[in-house]
Antibody
Framework: QVLLQESGPGLVKPSETLSLTCTVS????????WSWMRQPPGKGLEWIGY???????NYNPSLKSRVSISVDTYNNQFSLKMNSVTAADTAVYHC????????????WGQGTLVTVSS | EIVLTQSPASLSVSPGERATLSCRAT??????LAWYQHKPGQAPRLLIY???TRATGIPGRFSGSESGTEFTLTISSLQSEDFAVYFC?????????FGGGTKVEIK
């Protein structure tokens, strides 16, 4: 059974960089796609972007200028960095696997709350 | 960007009753639509993909259907473990997008 677990600071200051890692256990990073999503309080989910095991990425145009996703196949992890954060970036961040570019997500991580506040 | 609108936002249903949830897309996504169940503090769970195919291990009381750009998730006889938030997702076009969710509550 493949499990995903998000980790990282729960509190980030405005204008700083949010950094999260998703650790994959019970399976390999290859040959899958790996995405990040977020859900602000009281709002719907937003897809942030994906990385393929080879390192190819694709980002939501709404966040593309501030986001980067990287992969560490050796440690079976992939990571999200989002710079210049504001209170609007406060959300539960989820990671998930998909089998092709545009695809459904299965499985997901349970998510981690990141609050942007001074 | 394809916008998915779910209705109703919340639904009160008695155990054993049927629940019908809707997801409408602003343009065709053909059958590239998935449904998920999400309980607080847990990972979202894939229920349906391809608009009507149940994911592995999903009970038969969950079914999906489509009519043009309107998609429906039906839970035929609600069990106590089914009370949760349900959301849809299209994977026809970039960026991938989600509906706002429907909360199914105990009546």
């Amino acid at each position: 059974q493949v499990l995903l677990q998000e980790s990282g600071p729960g509190l980030v200051k405005p204008s700083e960089t949010l950094s999260l890692t998703c650790t994959v256990s019970g399976g390999s990073i290859s040959p899958y796609y790996w995405s990040w999503m977020r859900q602000p309080p009281g709002k719907g989910l937003e897809w942030i972007g994906y990385i393929f095991h080879s390192g190819r990425t694709n980002y939501n145009p709404s966040l593309k200028s501030r986001v980067s996703i990287s992969v560490d196949t050796y440690n079976n992890q992939f990571s999200l960095k989002m710079n210049s954060v504001t209170a609007a970036d406060t959300a539960v961040y989820h990671c998930a696997r998909h089998s092709s570019g545009p695809d459904k997500f299965d499985p997901w991580g349970q998510g981690t709350l990141v609050t942007v506040s001074s | 960007e394809i916008v998915l609108t779910q209705s109703p936002a919340s639904l009160s249903v008695s155990p054993g009753e049927r629940a019908t949830l809707s997801c409408r897309a602003t343009q065709s996504v053909t059958s590239h639509l998935a449904w998920y169940q999400h309980k607080p503090g847990q990972a979202p769970r894939l229920l349906i993909y391809g608009a009507s195919t149940r994911a592995t291990g999903i009970p038969g009381r969950f079914s999906g259907s489509e009519s043009g750009t309107e998609f429906t998730l039906t839970i035929s006889s609600l069990q106590s473990e089914d009370f949760a938030v349900y959301f849809c997702q299209q994977y026809y076009n970039w960026p991938l997008t989600f509906g706002g969710g429907t909360k199914v509550e105990i009546k």
